[in-house]
């Protein structure tokens, strides 16, 4: 019997791929803040568009999720990370065009827009593969690390690319952003190159359809606790404004905090107690966060809100991620992993419009009740796999 690695091996070994992810979502923070107003204000266009440059990116990684999970199986986790760094480079040289072409609104736009896809298109290769190599490096019992220590690496790369990119900017001019991004990209592929692969799994690759068919219920259920993450996101500043309250980003910075303190703190409870139980236990947290946050009498109890969310929402994706990747055969790894990541997508996709509608109707503090009930669904849901998985195991073990 080989020993076990030491779980501070393992957890080097896990940062160190991850690595390429905060790398990955650092190029995809740092045009976030500047870009709307670059399309509203510099080039012209209204808000609409201004807005769609931005979803541009989601829906490019939404749709390219099923390719990146055939890359991932069919030809290495590694391949799929520097193909990934790779269009993200892409994606800068296509914004340092964009920069030049300023004086020529639609051609800007124009090379603006395609580099948004090709970014989202890389996004979906980088935080995916980098997911598969980790399993692929410490074995699938540390599942849970791997993802949890993903999603560290992308939250915590937005919270630092968005002010870097408007400091870039504001010292150096818009085609300093275009230029970063394609060093960084460079920089992730000299990282990438030495470093060992993981192996590509033998065996039956499932059709993507099928393998989304068996995480659909999981992938409902961190799509409804996601709800609760873009609405804060979206809203908490204009939430705030309504109020007359001061410092939102204070409670931005608390729910980011408490998210990556939860995910450092008790990742390691998933393998304990299993996910079912660690996403029943968050999405409770999350829940009640809300609904403090729609029943806030003022700053201090909306900062207390933002936290508890923070906090529950922080376990959620790796917790029920873990369930979802057991469901299938190592050799669709990938594809689980691109199937199961795709809710969230579309919950963040969704959210912006759906929360903004509500709040139109019925003002903004009614957005976090809207968001709460989808949290507690999201936990009748876990709770209801929780019962169903001895079952499900059952008839897996029979065939």
Known sequence: MPDTPLPSVVTIQVVSIVLFTFIGYLNIGIPLAVLPGYVHSDLGFGAVIAGLVISVQYLATLLSRPYAGRIIDNLGSKRAVMYGLAGCGLSGVFMLLSAWLQSVPTLS????????????????????????????????????????????????????????????????????????????????????WPKLAAPIVAGERL??????????????????????????????????????????????SLFGASFIGARLLFG?????????????????????????????????????????????????????????????????????????SLFIDLSLGITGPLAGAIAAGFGFASIFLFAAIAACSGLVLSLYLYRQAPTLRRDREAH
């Open 207 to 252: 059709p993507f359809i099928h393998v989304l068919g068996k995480v659909f219920p999981h992938g409902c259920g961190l799509a409804l606790g996601s709800i609760g993450f873009g609405t804060i996101a979206t809203f908490i500043t204009l939430y705030y404004a309504t109020q007359h309250w001061s410092d939102a980003v204070l409670c931005l």
């Open 109 to 192: 736009l124009i090379s603006l827009l395609i580099g948004r896809l090709v970014l989202g298109s890389a996004e979906s290769l980088v935080g995916s593969g980098a997911i598969g190599w980790g399993i692929g490096r410490v074995g699938a019992p540390n599942t849970a690390k791997v993802i949890s220590w993903n999603g560290i690496a992308s939250y915590g790369a937005l919270a630092v690319g968005a002010p870097l990119g408007v400091l870039l900017v504001n010292r150096l001019g818009l085609w300093s952003m275009g230029a970063s991004i394609i060093l960084l990209a460079l920089i992730g592929l000299l990282l990438a």
């Open 268 to 340: 390691n409870l998933i393998n304990r107690l299993g996910g079912f139980r660690v996403a029943i236990a968050c999405l409770s947290v999350e829940t009640l966060g809300l609904l403090l946050l729609w029943q806030a009498p003022d700053a201090h109890w909306a900062l207390a809100g933002a936290a508890l969310s923070g906090f529950g929402f922080s376990l959620v994706f790796p917790a029920l991620g873990v369930e979802a990747v057991n469901l299938v055969p190592a050799s669709s790894r990938g594809a689980a992993v691109g199937a199961y």
